[in-house]
């Protein structure tokens, strides 16, 4: 790896840093058009106990600069760059079991990759998308690996690198405040992007797809504690909507439940018909 990528790592880590902060804040004006000084002080009080845990994030990169030839040097392949989609799919891959579709051969969830980056590329604009993924590089970059069964181990167990993760998806769960709309757009993106009787992406599917992404952050804002760091660090307001995106989720599941029962009966009357 040249000795400029490691200076546009750090660069990169540092950028992402900053924004995360300016973003936690720059949401209140955009509510209310002033803060007040009790919120501000809030605000600099967490971000401050926080900013410490950063310090081994840089160390990490330095000793990448230090240790070129490492076993955690970052190598990606040059052809890379959708670093976004590696990352939200390197979550899928390790968070739901692997299963073959009996006719094809082919398995979920490796079939929906596509219908996955397509789904990211129709969430954000060019500018948003380009932050993230340089946001998604500098994480895979800090470190050291792309690798599926390591790469979120090393994010969680650093609480900088999580907090930025999160971040990112965050910012792809807000997109659901109108539920039942996103959803279906983008189950109809996966449908769209499967190749022909290659797998049948059924409600559950979306359901178990939507619960590895997204359900660590219905767990944190059910929490006071969590509801707080939520609204500082990514915005006033960002727990009440994901409080709503998820109630809205719990209802979904509810009434896919009612419809799968209701289909049963309807079989096992047409059987019985049959008699």
């Known amino acids: 790896m040249a000795e400029d990528t490691f200076h546009e790592t750090q660069h990169d880590l540092a950028r992402t840093l900053i924004r995360t902060f300016y973003e936690a804040l720059s949401g209140q004006f955009d509510r209310k058009d002033h803060i007040t000084k009790e919120e501000l002080d809030r605000a600099f009080n967490l971000i401050e106990g926080f900013w ?16 070129k030839i490492g076993v955690r040097a970052y190598n990606p392949d040059a052809r890379r760059k959708d670093f976004l989609t590696r990352f939200v799919f390197s979550l899928l891959i390790t968070g739901i079991p692997s299963r073959m579709d009996p006719g094809s051969g082919k398995y979920f969830p490796q079939v929906i ?33 792309d690798d599926d ?28 405040k109108q539920f039942n709309q996103q959803r279906q757009s983008f189950t109809g993106i996966i449908v769209a992007n499967i190749e022909a009787n290659a797998y049948k992406f059924t409600d559950q599917d979306f359901c178990d797809v939507f619960d590895v992404v997204f359900g660590r952050y219905d767990q944190m804002v059910k929490k006071p504690e969590g509801r707080t760091k939520m609204d500082v660090y990514y915005g006033d307001g960002t727990a009440d909507g994901i409080i709503s995106i998820f109630f809205a989720f719990e209802q979904f599941k509810k009434d896919m439940i009612v419809r799968e029962g209701l289909a049963n009966k309807g079989k096992g009357k047409r059987s019985g018909g049959r008699r």
């Open 113 to 145: 990759v596509r219908g996955i980056q397509r789904n990211i590329v129709n969430l954000f604009s060019n500018a948003e998308y380009e932050m993230l993924n340089s946001q998604a590089q500098a994480i895979f970059a800090t470190i050291g690996t």
């Open 52 to 67: 410490p845990k950063t310090l081994p994030a840089f160390k990490a990169n330095c000793r990448l600069c230090i240790d």
């Open 149 to 176: 069964a390591q790469t979120w181990p090393l994010i969680r167990a650093d609480e900088t690198m999580s907090m930025l993760a999160d971040k990112i998806f965050i910012r792809m769960l807000l997109r659901f």
